[in-house]
């Protein structure tokens, strides 16, 4: 089974690259697995569900998103396996911009919109400048010169990606990307495989459950500002 | 000049000859100032601690940065020229071979005629992918008549294909003479200032109405949009081909346009169905069925009804111009 990891800002379009790539995939008779992560809600299981590939909806409510990812990507991998995909896809948001899904030896996709803005590259950490692949979207409603300038900054933060432009509306690029999904590593289970980067640490009291602000209620891995 | 000489020069003279190393260190979050030490020092000191909350490792900044400095430097190079680019034809959706070897030139136009639907986005896009029969239409692509290198898929550097869409919005809030200079630093060009300011003069002589380098870019009217890409695309862009979807006809001069790709030696092709457009090209690709059908070469009986075209259009813009300026066309 080949696995992939697919990240990217919220609204960045990854659901709909992910589709167009299912289809091209689909037309080549293979059979799909699709695990999305979110946080509170997502509808976007249904939108897979009507493409007819096997979908599992992951939220993680009040638990950091991608520490709730790496407590079940495993799980996820198995689950895949045994349903005999071919092909499965994990889809989820990157919401800090310090986190990241990536896995090493396992091909790993960021999907970026040209809208987000030229400065967006640079603020999002390893799930983007760890990622093999970044695919920039929407590039129909912006000019050459703005997709030239944001494609030169992505290059900036990550400049051994395969950087593509890809349509999630009319699927323009997506059969060129999905012959790198063709590509990616054939796996069985993740078992003993590491992140690519390590993913941000709380552990403070108000990752229990703590509400109150104020010196005498932070207890654990706590961090100041430079006031001076 | 190689990564590794970059690596044993001092900050102060890296930072004032390669300043894009300064715009990679800063964009990962990292401080940078202009010192005796060498580059080696300066990535040998950096904290693994502050690194880890930036988000990237010692390695992975390192790679980047070699990486980032041979895609610079290949940049500063110039680019292969393209002499020809060669379709190869393949099938059509029911499977019906093309029988096909079409040549294109710099300089040339080629215009890409069919109903929607018909496959003309799927035979710029075999070109853009400089398809080797792996797209659904088998077609393959050669540049300079050889099978064509991997950089040209792949890397931002050698992007073979700059595109023209038909819808163009800006989405960054800058006066137009900023955003030329932004895409120009982007593209490491020599003499900015003189390539941003004979862009922007191009720009105004294909606009209708004219405009200011310090108007927003997001105040511009379509014609003027159109126009200022035209010229940033002729002149600043590296990429040897130009896909264009449709000029629509309206505040910006076309036939300047086209005469301003083809001076600046880019392999036009544009999808259109306006008939001025379509003669004013060296040739015609009909796209039926996922298939080129037909190839047809401007004859000259057609180039003589350009004029005419011409002459009809020229009464329209007239008429166009009457109600602008809030005249009645009782009489026409």
Redesign the interface.
Same mark, same amino acid.
């Given at each position: 089974m080949r696995f992939l990891t697919v990240s990217g800002p919220p609204s960045s379009g990854k659901t709909s690259v992910i589709l167009r790539v299912i289809e091209a995939l689909q037309a080549r008779q293979k059979r799909i697995g699709v695990v999305k992560f979110d946080c509170l809600l997502t509808e976007d299981d249904q939108r897979y569900a009507k493409k007819g590939v096997l979908v599992k909806k992951g939220l993680s409510g009040a638990l950091c998103p991608d520490h709730y990812f790496v407590s079940n990507i495993e799980a996820c991998v198995t689950w895949g396996h045994e349903n005999d995909c071919e092909y499965l896809i994990s889809e989820s948001a990157g919401l800090c911009n310090?986190c990241?899904p990536h896995i090493q030896e396992i091909t790993a996709i960021c999907v970026i919109d040209?809208?987000s @803005?030229?400065n967006t590259?640079?603020k999002i950490?390893?799930m983007l400048?760890?990622a093999d692949i970044v695919v920039i979207t929407k590039?129909?409603?912006?000019?050459?010169?703005?997709?030239?300038?944001f494609?030169?900054?992505v290059?900036?933060?990550?400049?051994?990606a395969?950087?593509m432009h890809v349509n999630g509306i009319?699927g323009? @690029?997506a059969?060129?990307l999905t012959?790198l999904f063709e590509k990616a590593s054939d796996i069985e289970t993740l078992k003993g495989r590491k992140l690519r980067?390590?993913m941000p640490a709380a552990l403070c009291s108000y990752c229990l459950g703590e509400t109150r602000i104020g010196e005498e209620y932070q207890t654990g891995n706590v961090r100041k500002m430079d006031m001076e | 000049m190689n990564y590794d000489d970059l690596l044993q020069t001092s900050m102060r003279e890296l930072l004032a000859q390669h300043p894009?190393i300064e715009?990679?260190l800063t964009?990962?979050?990292l401080q940078v100032t202009p010192v005796e030490r060498t580059l080696q020092a300066y990535l040998d000191d950096l904290d693994p601690d502050t690194l880890?909350d930036?988000?990237?490792?010692a390695e992975?900044l390192r790679?980047?940065?070699r990486?980032?400095i041979? @895609?610079m430097l290949a940049l500063a190079d110039p680019m292969e020229r393209v002499q020809s680019l060669t379709i190869l034809g393949g099938r059509d959706k029911s499977g019906r071979g093309e029988d096909l070897e079409l040549t294109l030139r710099p300089g040339e136009v080629t215009c890409i005629v069919g109903p929607t639907g018909s496959g003309k986005?799927r035979l710029l896009?075999d070109i853009e992918?400089v398809a080797q029969g792996?797209?659904?239409t088998g077609r393959r692509i050669l540049i300079n008549d050889e099978v064509p290198d991997g950089k040209w898929?792949?890397s931002?550097e050698y992007?073979l294909v700059?595109?023209?869409?038909q819808?163009?919005?800006?989405?960054?809030d800058l006066s137009a003479e900023e955003?030329?200079t932004?895409?120009a630093e982007?593209?490491l060009v020599d003499e900015p200032e003189q390539k941003v300011a004979l862009i922007l003069e191009r720009a105004n002589q294909l606009a209708g109405e004219t405009f200011l380098p310090d108007t927003p870019v997001t105040s511009l009217s379509g014609g003027q949009?159109r126009a200022l890409?035209i010229a940033?695309?002729a002149i600043?862009?590296k990429s040897p081909i130009v896909l264009i979807d449709e000029i629509e006809n309206a505040g910006i001069d076309r036939k300047k346009a086209l005469e301003l790709l083809v001076r600046e030696e880019k392999i036009v092709l544009m999808a259109t169905h306006d008939p001025i457009l379509a003669l004013m090209g060296d040739r015609r690709l009909v796209v039926q069925n996922g298939g080129i059908a037909k190839v047809i070469v401007s004859s000259r009986a057609e180039r003589k009804n350009l004029a005419t075209l011409e002459a009809l259009d020229n009464r329209l813009l007239a008429l166009r111009n009457r109600i602008r300026l809030g005249e009645t066309l009782e009489e026409v």
């Open positions: 310090r990241s040209n809208l @803005g030229t590259p640079r950490g390893p400048k760890s590039g129909d409603i912006v000019s050459q010169a703005e997709r030239e300038v494609a030169s900054r290059k900036q933060v990550n400049p051994g395969v950087i009319t323009q @690029g059969f060129e012959s980067f390590s | 894009y715009d990679f964009s990962f979050g880890e930036l988000g990237v490792d992975q790679d980047g940065l990486e980032f041979d @895609g986005s896009a992918w792996d797209t659904p898929r792949f931002t992007k700059a595109q023209l869409s819808n163009m919005n800006f989405v960054m955003f030329v932004m895409h982007s593209r949009s890409m940033d695309m600043l862009s």
